[in-house]
């Protein structure tokens, strides 16, 4: 399931204004391509000035001198949309796109109609108002605004450009593939680190709060049609960075201040479980590393291995309770994860698609409970009951969408979902 927003009067600018960063595959990463304005934004001189004055309080708090001055300036909506349409083209490949729209499909995750890219285009160009570039060390914040307002933007903004100059925020622009868990970790740290930082400096004075709130009530950064309208995977895996990050940054800034949250860009979280229980992340429980073959040949002429990623704690806990509506239950099941990988598969036809899960748990009893919810979802997602239940720990349905086996050995808990006709879902389950 693709990494790549809770109550509508929280969407406010201090998620909006780096929205794009987790999308585009770097923190708040702008494309170093981006035309420059012929005209200068007649706000630019305004935003240089309250650019100065936000950045050194923001030092301030932060505990990060400024080693150089940021450049900044203002643009307009076309600018900052045309900007984001490009960096989505250079940061995804239209077979990346298609493999993750496939993927969330065939999980039941958004409807069979939803297009993946387009929404993705909407959904940022409604809530950009502003972004740091590390790759051109620049600042741009959203004319259409009013500049009070967004002065609590600003301070998020300009903690991504005190992270870059302490940190090197670059160093993630070229993430990994295939390891999409560890990767929004890392961007919980970079997010939830800005976000600590704004709501301190919206706490010093009751002038900043009740501008902040007054954008707020009027809407100043922008429509929340499309984040409404989002599929719940989407929206949550978008706030996730900002709301567990700034949770996850709070823990360690009472643990030791801003030099422990400091120290973890260069200790930094390996997976959603350590950002989801800090403890892990104290005493250094990593995630094990697990592999899923390729059955690309037993499945049959013209399939292939389109895409494989790490799922993690956070999204099996979304996997689950998108059909389960529980997230006490859903929490659980999720609780004891060790590791995971799941790939998907495509055959010739675009009705032929499979996707392969397996999962490592603490404990037996960590991957029975996570076991027994995953056929629960199954019955739900699919409307029909298992054809066959055995007392090993093996539960097989077959649906309109092909054959579906959901296998426990020991803590090791095994999925596939669409065999197609004429292939033995167990076999598949055993090569696993």
């Not at 809530?127 to 301070?155: C, H, N, S």
């Not at 429509?223 to 709070?250: C, H």
């Not at 200790?267 to 892990?280: F, N, V």
Request: proline share 4%; glycine share 6%.
């Amino acid at each position: 399931m693709s990494k790549k927003i809770r109550a509508r009067n929280l969407l406010t600018p201090m998620f909006v204004a780096a929205l794009a960063a987790l999308l585009l595959a770097g923190a708040g990463a702008a494309s170093s391509q981006r035309a420059k304005p012929a005209v200068v934004n007649p706000k630019t001189a305004a935003v240089r000035e309250a650019t100065s004055e936000v950045l050194r309080e923001t030092s301030e708090l932060r505990k990060l001198p400024v080693l150089r001055q940021v450049r900044s300036g203002a643009q307009s909506r076309a600018e900052i949309e045309q900007m984001l349409v490009r960096n989505l083209n250079e940061s995804v490949t239209a077979e990346e796109m298609q493999a993750s729209e496939t993927t969330l499909k065939k999980l039941g995750m958004v409807p069979q109609d939803f297009q993946l890219r387009s929404f993705l285009i909407k959904l940022l160009a409604e809530q950009v108002a502003g972004y740091y570039d590390p790759k051109t060390q620049e600042f741009y914040l959203a004319d259409w605004i009013d500049l009070d307002g967004q002065r609590p933007v600003m301070a998020h903004e300009l903690t991504h450009a005190l992270q870059d100059q302490h940190f090197n925020l670059r160093r993630f622009d070229k993430w990994p593939k295939h390891d999409s868990d560890a990767e929004l970790s890392a961007h919980s740290l970079i997010e939830g680190d800005a976000s600590l930082v704004m709501m301190q400096y919206i706490m010093r004075s009751p002038t900043r709060q009740l501008s902040f709130m007054k954008s707020m009530v009027t809407g100043g950064a922008g429509s929340t049609d499309q984040i409404e309208k989002a599929p719940r995977v989407l929206r949550e895996t978008l706030l996730f960075p900002y709301f567990q990050g700034m949770n996850w940054v709070s823990q360690l800034y009472r643990r030791g201040g801003w030099d422990e949250v400091s120290a973890a860009f260069t200790k930094l979280p390996k997976s959603t479980e350590q950002l989801l229980h800090a403890d892990k992340y104290f005493a250094g429980e990593e995630p094990r590393k697990v592999a899923v073959k390729d059955i690309s040949n037993v499945l049959g002429k013209g399939w292939h291995m389109a895409d494989n990623d790490v799922e993690g704690e956070w999204g099996y806990y979304l996997l689950l309770d998108e059909f389960l509506n529980s997230s006490d239950v859903s929490k659980r099941a999720s609780e004891g994860w060790g590791g995971d990988r799941y790939a998907l598969f495509m055959g010739p036809n675009s009705s032929d698609v499979l996707v392969a899960q397996k999962s490592v748990w603490d404990t037996d009893g960590d991957a029975r409970e996570f076991f027994d919810a995953y056929v629960k979802r199954t019955t739900k997602r699919y409307g029909v009951e298992p054809s066959e239940v055995a007392e090993s720990g093996r539960q097989v349905w077959r649906t309109k969408e092909g054959g579906v086996c959901v296998e426990l050995t020991g803590a090791t808990v095994l999925v596939v979902e669409g065999v197609p006709e004429g292939v033995d879902a167990k076999a598949l389950v055993k090569m696993l």
